[in-house]
């Protein structure tokens, strides 16, 4: 098969550079996820089945079906996951993502964003906050009692305030908030703040009570991670414009799930590319060690896939302080990317360097010739079930994947030439 591979992730850049996520509003994730059932939880990563699950994911699980009241408690919750009659799948295969674990069950509610480009859609959770929360595999009783407020009392809030709101389009705040120090994945302050604004007034316009009103204004201004679940899908959004371009050699999806790291390409529709995944490297909570530490882990690498996260270092200094390294290191770490990537963002410029566009389209032959890796900024989850967060790093994905992925390029593309 004669291709040009040059010119197919042209395309597929262009489409990623012409997409334009829009926030549209709020649903439960059996109304409007595709494929989405009573008995399905979607995860984080590549496809997994119960017994490969790590601590944190399990976790994740037993906390989502005691939030469905499909299970009473922990023994039963394992008991039910491991039966057959819970199914598995990707986010990444349902047109979402979910941070850490990404464990979304039916009645969860999911944000709903628009590609206008396309019309597409893309969904994800809502931020349940840092520390012990369900994500990072905790499942106590106030993780869903949380929970259980995120859906009876902010996501009804949240909502009501987007038709009340003017739209919302989350490319052109992710652009403002990198030139305000964010990089929009472990550093969201600045696009948390933005979202505020536009959405302050409206909050205070719906007709909830004003102690709701009250409690979901000081929970967004507390959680500083609240734009995550945001960032995520609007990348999800703009990569899937480049999903199954044929001869496409464009990264469009990295994740992991705690066992494995996983990648998808452009070019091989449906396929991933799997390798045992990497610990993370950082900073620690008091009382911690890396024995603690669970393997890479969630969806939330989209935004390095994206040209943010890791590739956009530079945009954020200040990210050295929750994730370590230094102020030079973020720097050189977005300067190295923009060699496995095919060309800069048009919209998401970084002031520390002279306003160039991020590192945008990771080709899969570049990281293969180059032997570079994608740099990943993360949070670190306990590897037991139960305990939560226990620090954030720095991370590469496995090379096997990429190796494997180019095996399996040349094998379809290039056999008969």
């Known amino acids: 098969?004669?291709?040009?591979?040059?010119?197919?992730?042209?395309?597929?850049?262009?489409?990623?550079?012409?997409?334009?996520?829009?926030?549209?509003?709020?649903?439960?994730?059996?109304?409007?996820?595709?494929?989405?059932?009573?008995?399905?939880?979607?995860?984080?990563?590549?496809?997994?089945?119960?017994?490969?699950?790590?601590?944190?994911?399990?976790?994740?699980?037993?906390?989502?079906?005691?939030?469905?009241?499909?299970?009473?408690?922990?023994?039963?919750?394992?008991?039910?996951?491991?039966?057959?009659?819970?199914?598995?799948?990707?986010?990444?295969?349902?047109?979402?993502?979910?941070?850490?674990?990404?464990?979304?069950?039916?009645?969860?509610p999911v944000w709903i964003v628009e590609n206008i480009t396309n019309g597409r859609k893309t969904f994800c959770t809502l931020n349940e906050g840092l520390g012990k929360?369900?994500?990072?595999?905790?499942?106590?009783?106030?993780?869903?009692?949380?929970?259980?407020?995120?859906?009876?009392?902010?996501?009804?809030?949240?909502?009501?305030?987007?038709?009340l709101a003017p739209q919302i389009n989350l490319k052109n705040m992710i652009a403002q908030a990198l030139q305000m120090g964010d990089e929009v994945h472990n550093r969201n302050k600045a696009a948390t703040s933005l979202l505020i604004r536009e959405l302050a007034s409206a909050i205070m316009r719906t007709d909830f009570t004003t102690e709701d009103k009250a409690k979901v204004m000081e929970f967004l201004h507390s959680n500083d991670h609240f734009f995550l679940n945001l960032s995520m899908p609007a990348c999800k959004g703009m990569l899937q414009a480049a999903e199954w371009i044929e001869g496409s050699t464009i990264v469009t999806t990295m994740a992991r799930n705690g066992t494995e790291f996983g990648i998808r390409i452009s070019g091989l529709k449906d396929r991933w590319f799997t390798a045992p995944a990497e610990i993370v490297k950082g900073l620690l909570f008091p009382g911690f060690t890396e024995e603690d530490c669970n393997p890479d882990i969630g969806d939330s690498a989209i935004t390095e896939t994206c040209g943010l996260g890791g590739f956009s270092m530079a945009s954020a200094p200040a990210i050295v302080k929750f994730v370590g390294g230094s102020v030079s290191d973020a720097m050189n770490f977005t300067r190295k990317m923009y060699e496995i990537t095919d060309g800069e963002s048009q919209s998401f410029q970084i002031p520390t360097m002279d306003f160039r566009g991020s590192p945008t389209g990771i080709n899969l032959l570049k990281v293969c010739e180059k032997n570079i890796l994608p740099q990943i900024n993360t949070g670190i989850a306990h590897k037991q079930a139960g305990i939560g967060q226990v620090g954030a790093g720095l991370v590469n994905p496995p090379l096997k994947c990429f190796e494997d992925a180019l095996e399996a390029f040349v094998e379809n593309y290039c056999k008969d030439q």
């Open 1 to 108: 098969m004669l291709i040009d591979i040059q010119e197919a992730n042209a395309k597929a850049l262009s489409a990623i550079q012409a997409a334009q996520p829009t926030l549209k509003g709020i649903d439960t994730a059996l109304t409007v996820v595709p494929g989405m059932k009573k008995n399905l939880i979607l995860h984080a990563g590549p496809p997994i089945t119960w017994d490969k699950m790590s601590g944190p994911m399990k976790g994740a699980v037993i906390g989502g079906l005691i939030y469905e009241g499909l299970a009473g408690n922990e023994k039963e919750a394992i008991e039910l996951a491991a039966s057959g009659k819970i199914e598995y799948a990707p986010w990444h295969e349902h047109d979402g993502v979910g941070p850490m674990a990404g464990v979304a069950t039916a009645s969860m």
């Open 133 to 163: 929360v369900l994500r990072y595999g905790a499942f106590s009783q106030e993780v869903i009692d949380r929970l259980k407020w995120i859906e009876k009392t902010l996501a009804p809030v949240l909502k009501a305030a987007i038709v």
